[in-house]
T-cell receptor
C-alpha cells in the first residue's frame, strides 16, 4: 500500500527549515528516503529500520516512529541544492518490495 | 561506491520496434535489480524484480512478454521493450541492491527516457 507524503509541495527561502512526513497504514520494516531532481534518477539519502531509528547527515536528518508507522525528514538551513522531489519508500518486511509515496516537491529560492 | 549506470540515456524509436535498456552496477555485485517506470510528476512504479540467474518477478498489470528482463550476471540486467508503442513512452529507471532482500538499500541508475513515435 502506497505511503502518504505531506506536504505535496513546499517553497522555502535559503536558510529556512522544512519537514517532510511519510505515513503508512501498515506496520513497517524500513523507510527509505530519496531525492530526485528533474530529469534525473533518485539519489539515496538514508534508510531507517524499525526500532525507532534516527539518522542524519550534515543538515538532513530523519526519524522513524514505528508505533505511528511514520517517518519524518528534516532539512535544516536549506540550501539551493536541496531543491527537488523527495520520495519515501516503505517496506513492510525485509523481504517485501519498496512502495514509493507520491513525492514532495521542495523548492528553495535565494 | 554503489554506482549504477544505464544505457542509453535516451532513445527515440518508431512504433513497433524493440528497444533494449542496460543497467549495470559498476562497483558492486547486485544480487537483485529492479526496474521502475515513472511518468512526469508521478511516483516510481515498480515493474519487475530480477535476481541473477532466475526469472524476473513482474508486478501485477505488467506484461511479461512486452517487457523482457534478463539478469545475466551480478552486474548486468537488461530490459527490452518489445513492439514499443507511444503509450510506452516514459522514464525507465533501474536500481540495484547488494542483497537479495528487496527492502535493502537500492541504488538507482540515471534513467532512460524512451520516446516512441
Amino acid at each position: 500500500q502506497q505511503p502518504v507524503q505531506s506536504p505535496q509541495a513546499v517553497i522555502l527561502r535559503e536558510g529556512e527549515d522544512a519537514v517532510i512526513n511519510c505515513s503508512s497504514s501498515k506496520a513497517l520494516y524500513s523507510v527509505h528516503w530519496y531525492r530526485q531532481k528533474h530529469g534525473e534518477a533518485p539519489v539515496f539519502l538514508m534508510i531507517l529500520l524499525k526500532g525507532g531509528e534516527q539518522k542524519g547527515h550534515e543538515k538532513i536528518s530523519a526519524s522513524f516512529n514505528e508505533k505511528k508507522q511514520q517517518s519524518s525528514l528534516y532539512l535544516t538551513a536549506s540550501q539551493l541544492s536541496y531543491s527537488g522531489t523527495y520520495f519515501c519508500g516503505t517496506a513492510e518486511t525485509s523481504g517485501s518490495r519498496l512502495t514509493f509515496g507520491e513525492g514532495t516537491q521542495l523548492t528553495v529560492n535565494p | 561506491g554503489a554506482v549504477v549506470s544505464q544505457h542509453p540515456s535516451w532513445v527515440i524509436c518508431k512504433s513497433g520496434t524493440s528497444v533494449k535498456i542496460e543497467c549495470r552496477s559498476l562497483d558492486f555485485q547486485a544480487t537483485t535489480m529492479f526496474w521502475y517506470r515513472q511518468f512526469p510528476k508521478q511516483s516510481l512504479m515498480l515493474m519487475a524484480t530480477s535476481n541473477e540467474g532466475s526469472k524476473a518477478t513482474y508486478e501485477q498489470g505488467v506484461e511479461k512478454d512486452k517487457f523482457l528482463i534478463n539478469h545475466a550476471s551480478l552486474t548486468l540486467s537488461t530490459l527490452t521493450v518489445t513492439s514499443a508503442h507511444p503509450e510506452d513512452s516514459s522514464f525507465y529507471i533501474c536500481s540495484a541492491a547488494r542483497d537479495a532482500r528487496p527492502a535493502d538499500t537500492q541504488y538507482f541508475g540515471p534513467g532512460t527516457r524512451l520516446t516512441v513515435l
